[in-house]
């Protein structure tokens, strides 16, 4: 079964410091995966996600992932952390079929950026 | 553009009870996708319909249940309530699924709070 692990609940940097989120998949072949921010007391973005081959995907503010296969993660980060990226981050998870919309999702890492 | 509208933003139910939440997909998506979110289980995926049929279905009971309209409107049903069934529901509507590329991103409505009592 597929799954996802997200390494530390809470992830702490200052402002201006790289913003590192780890995420590593369990599958049985390379899936979809996906980055999704959840800013307080809002709804969920779809950050980005790897649904083909380019391994390095660049999604919306300024953030990236890179999927490698050989260590099954798909870690996030960000050169230049800004106060603005202080959330809630979710790595997610599905099978390679024609919606990919049965996602499972990681715990969580709650990012908070100090000035 | 309009985005993804949930209606009603929030809701109190007692137990037994039945629940409809509403979502309104972005004009021109086809597919929408329902989530539930709980402080204990956190993220998790209910469903997903594309042209009036369920494309994906995540493991809940059968309490649960849903649909699609003609206009991609979607509607889920949760039945007999239980106080586990207390989250935040989520609805998000894509073009054509999360499979595309770059551009078939996926758009999240706000929510609805489900309190169950």
């Known amino acids: 079964a597929q799954s996802v692990t997200q390494l530390g609940s809470h992830v702490s940097v200052s402002e201006g410091a790289l913003v590192l989120l780890r995420c590593n998949y369990s599958?049985?072949?390379?899936?979809?995966l996906f980055w999704y921010v959840q800013y307080p007391n809002q709804g969920l973005q779809l950050l980005l996600k790897y649904t083909s081959a380019a391994t390095l995907v660049k999604g919306i503010n300024g953030f990236e992932a890179e999927f490698k296969k050989s260590e099954t993660s798909f870690h996030l980060t960000k050169p230049s952390a800004h106060m603005s990226d202080a959330a809630e981050y979710f790595c997610a998870v599905s099978d390679r079929d024609s919606s990919a919309s049965k996602i499972i999702f990681g715990s969580g890492t709650r990012l908070s950026i100090r000035p | 553009k309009a985005g993804v509208t949930q209606t009603p933003r929030y809701l109190i139910k007692t137990r037994g009870q039945q629940v409809t939440l509403s979502c309104s997909p972005i004009s021109g998506h086809r597919s929408v996708s329902w989530y539930q979110q709980t402080p204990g289980q956190g993220l998790q995926f209910l469903f997903e319909?594309?042209?009036?049929?369920?494309?994906n279905k995540g493991n809940f009971p059968g309490r649960f249940s849903g649909r699609q309209f003609s206009n991609s409107r979607s509607e889920m049903n949760v039945s007999t309530l239980e106080l586990g069934d207390s989250a935040l529901y989520l609805c998000?509507?894509?073009?054509?699924?999360?499979?595309?590329?770059?551009?078939?991103?996926?758009?999240f409505g706000p929510g609805t709070r489900l309190t169950v009592l």
């Open positions: 599958s049985s072949v390379p899936p979809y």
């Open positions: 319909y594309f042209s009036e049929t369920q494309r």
């Open positions: 998000a509507s894509t073009p054509e699924g999360l499979a595309g590329g770059s551009t078939d991103t996926q758009y």
